[in-house]
């Protein structure tokens, strides 16, 4: 039910946009996620919109680099990636919840929040 895309390699300071596809239904009342797993590290929380405002709350380090937005239309989500750093490198991994109760910040920044999960794609970043 979704469906990351856009990841690759790319130089440092460069950019990249990958994208969260839903499929057979919407997540209107909830919100969607975007985790990473970088090479020998644990999955780490990186962004997350709540679907029905558009707002959004980001990995400190990720501020001011990363944006997150919502297309309603199409029902995707994109995470637009700019500046990006060799240690950006690991597998995007999108989520999503269909359900108002858990898009508090703190529930937001958790995996265990997440119904439906993306099968990932890889970002590359070469120094």
């Known amino acids: 039910q979704l469906q990351a895309s856009g990841g690759g390699l790319v130089q440092a300071g460069g950019s990249l946009r990958v994208s969260c596809a839903a499929s057979g239904r919407t997540f209107s009342s909830g919100a969607v996620g975007w985790f990473r797993q970088a090479p020998g590290k644990e999955r780490e929380f990186a962004a997350a919109l709540r679907w029905r405002d558009g707002s959004t709350t980001y990995l400190d380090s990720l501020k001011g680099r990363f944006t997150l937005s919502r297309d309603n239309a199409k029902n995707t989500a994109y995470l637009q990636m700019k500046n990006l750093r060799p240690e950006d490198t690991g597998v995007y991994y999108c989520?999503?919840?269909?359900?108002?109760?858990?898009?508090?910040?703190?529930?937001?920044?958790?995996?265990?929040?997440?119904?439906?999960w993306g099968q990932g794609t890889q970002v590359t970043v070469s120094s």
């Open positions: 989520a999503a919840v269909d359900r108002s109760t858990r898009t508090i910040t703190s529930a937001l920044w958790s995996a265990g929040t997440y119904e439906f």
